[in-house]
Structures are given as structure tokens and as C-alpha cells.
Nanobody, 120 residues
Framework: QVQLVESGGGLVQSGGSLRLSCTYS????????MGWYRQASGKQRELVAT???????NYADSVKGRFTISRDAAKKVLYLQMTSVKPEDTAVYYC??????????????WGQGTLVTVSS
């Protein structure tokens, strides 16, 4: 039974910084990717950033140069460091784990989300 819990959301002014954290309760057999997604009010959920098990990262064009994704495997925490935030970053941010619980069983788990609100 895996649990992902996001934290760190809140209200921040435009241009400010915020760090989101996602703790995960399991050590999967292997991690393919972990990522952050966001969903703004009335919008589709979109990819923000992902990191593979070996540390390769991918970012949405809208956040490149501003956000940094990282993972602390020992602590089982995924981070999203958000800098130079913009009002359009306002959304609920979700943590995702794409992994295998064993060599034969895929896992796709999501956290409950944490709200980030960026004021003008």
C-alpha cells in the first residue's frame, strides 16, 4: 500500500519561491519516473516536471529555468523547487509515482495535491 503526500503549498507573491515536497511510503522494486503535475481551476492536468530513477529530468516549457525537480531516495522525498513564480503557476500540484512494485507489477500512484496560489 503506497501513499504519496504532498506538502509545501500555500500563498506566495509573484516572483517568489516555494518548495513542494512529496513523501512516499513505499520503496518500489524500481522507479521509472516520479513527477509533478498541476491542475489549474477549470484546466486539464498538465505535466510540470519528471525525474527518472537515474536522475534524468524533464520540464514543461512553461517552467524551464524556474522550477527544479529532485528526489532524495534515502528519505523517499520528491521535491519541486519553484522560483520566480508567476500567477499562472497557480494550481493544485500533484505528485506522481510511476514504478514497479515487483518486476511484474506496475504502480501508478498519486498524491492528494497541494494548492499553490501565486498572487500578482
Amino acid at each position: 500500500q503506497v501513499q504519496l503526500v504532498e506538502s509545501g503549498g500555500g500563498l506566495v507573491q509573484s516572483g517568489g519561491s516555494l518548495r513542494l515536497s512529496c513523501t512516499y511510503s513505499t520503496t518500489p522494486f524500481s522507479i521509472r519516473t516520479m513527477g509533478w503535475y498541476r491542475q489549474a481551476s477549470g484546466k486539464q492536468r498538465e505535466l510540470v516536471a519528471t525525474t527518472t530513477g537515474n536522475g534524468r529530468t524533464n520540464y514543461a516549457d512553461s517552467v524551464k529555468g524556474r522550477f527544479t525537480i529532485s528526489r532524495d531516495a534515502a528519505k523517499k522525498v520528491l521535491y519541486l523547487q519553484m522560483t520566480s513564480v508567476k500567477p499562472e503557476d497557480t494550481a493544485v500540484y500533484y505528485c506522481n509515482l510511476d514504478a514497479f512494485t515487483d518486476p511484474w507489477t506496475p504502480l501508478d500512484a498519486w498524491g492528494q495535491g497541494t494548492l499553490v496560489t501565486v498572487s500578482s
